[in-house]
């Protein structure tokens, strides 16, 4: 039997990431010995007093419906999370909404402001859901190439060149995956111009907000004025909090903004869980050293494999600001494409990364390794990846 398949949904591709965990799995399952570095789920467990917090919500019977905009006291945690952090003032009561997960706060972020026709600014390499929600939307994403060259630097002439009078928003990721990079001052300057000057909205994924190395720090472009009042910031608890299972997140923005945000919530998953988002109230109210000592292992983890990689032959390899991926650039090897690259390596090395072109224009030659996974499965992953790079003609 035929059935109707919606037209959208031709120009719809599979998450190349999650292809991979379900090929990395089945590899597994058939006897297979294999490395899986190509997906984005800390190893750690979560921190025990969130857990504690889920279980005593359990036990109590807290189990049933909440608001759409999601508990008022995790609200309230997210808005003091907001203005300590970055000096950024939200109400709690109409400027935050709580979502089953970050990534589901960018796909009512971008259902909340996306008209068919529209377009979007999407710098690449990117995550690999951004562009499909984009067209999930009805809307059309536009990338905008940055080079490995040029340290995959953001510029307000690279937004101009792509501009046209359809764009309508802009997608950023900082700290991004899959490079690694920060966006410094001079590059969210150059984004807040550009986006005060045409009157674009600004999608900010900051799930990494909390993993970054060395000097660096993490600004939000919701710091500046002229963009506070057109900037949807998105982040949750999956990434720095080791509760990627939990599916818990979070947007913030204007009034106007959020109250379109909160229909296509209402009218999508309801609510975020609710003994869920107890977890949520004591992640962002409770310890913090555990976030301190993950942040430390991922830190160890860059610096470990950073140096392996560079001492392959013919592998350019950038270190990482933030995040928890490496990016190396393995065009010099001569595999034609960093697709026949991952498949080789599956097949020759038992390892399982994922393919730069998977990230858009300006990630192909580059593949992406996770450094979340545990320090032994990362070192003999690596190690093994770079065993057979070194011998391949």
């Given amino acids: 039997m035929e059935h109707r398949i919606a037209r959208k949904l031709a120009r719809i591709e599979r998450s190349a990431t999650m292809a991979l965990a379900d090929q990395a799995r089945s590899l ?35 189990t049933h419906y909440t608001s759409s905009r999601g508990l008022p006291e995790l609200r309230v945690a997210v808005a003091d999370h907001l203005r300590h952090r970055f000096g950024v003032t939200r109400d709690p009561a109409h400027e935050i909404v709580i979502t089953p997960s970050a990534k589901h706060a960018v796909f ?17 390499p990117s995550w690999v859901s951004y562009g499909q929600m984009v067209r999930l939307a009805g809307a059309e ?12 630097t953001l510029s307000r002439e690279l937004l101009e060149a792509k501009l046209t009078r359809k764009t309508t928003a802009i997608v950023l990721n900082s700290p991004t995956n ?47 004025l002229e963009c506070a009042e057109r ?49 949520g109230v004591a992640a962002l ?13 991922y830190n160890r983890h860059r610096e470990w494999a950073h140096a392996a990689l560079r001492q392959v032959p013919g592998v350019e390899c950038a270190l990482p600001e933030g995040a928890f991926y490496i990016f190396p650039d393995v065009s010099g090897l001569g595999f ?11 097949e020759e090395a038992g390892v399982v990364v994922t393919p730069g072109s998977a990230f858009g224009p300006g990630g192909e030659g580059h593949i992406r390794l996770s450094l979340a996974a545990s320090t032994a499965t990362l070192k003999a992953g690596v190690s093994q990846l770079c065993g057979a790079l070194s011998t391949f003609n």
């Fill in 285 to 297: 109210t409770g310890d913090q050293s555990p976030v301190r000592r993950m942040v430390e292992q």
């Fill in 28 to 62: 597994k399952e058939s006897g297979r010995k294999v490395v899986n570095l190509a997906g984005g789920d800390p190893y750690f467990t979560t921190p025990g007093h969130i857990m504690d917090a889920a279980r005593g919500a359990l036990n109590e019977g807290f």
């Fill in 178 to 224: 899959p490079t690694g990079r920060v966006l410094n001052a001079s590059e969210l300057r150059d984004v807040a111009d550009f986006s005060a000057a045409h009157d674009l909205v600004i999608i900010s994924d900051e799930i990494y907000e909390q993993i970054v190395f060395d000097e660096n720090r993490h600004h939000s472009p919701s710091e500046y």
């Fill in 141 to 152: 994403p536009v990338s905008v190439p940055l080079r490995a060259d040029d340290g995959f």
């Fill in 231 to 279: 900037t949807l910031t998105v982040s949750g608890f999956s990434k720095s909090y080791a509760m990627t299972g939990w599916r818990l997140g979070y947007v913030s923005g204007p009034q106007s903004l959020m109250n379109a945000v909160l229909k296509v919530q209402e009218h999508s998953v309801g609510e975020a869980g609710s003994f869920i988002q107890r977890g």
């Fill in 108 to 124: 009512v972020s971008l259902m909340a402001v996306l008209d068919p026709g529209d377009e979007v600014l999407i710098p690449t």
């Fill in 336 to 346: 034609g494409d960093s697709y026949s690259c991952a498949q080789w390596l599956i």
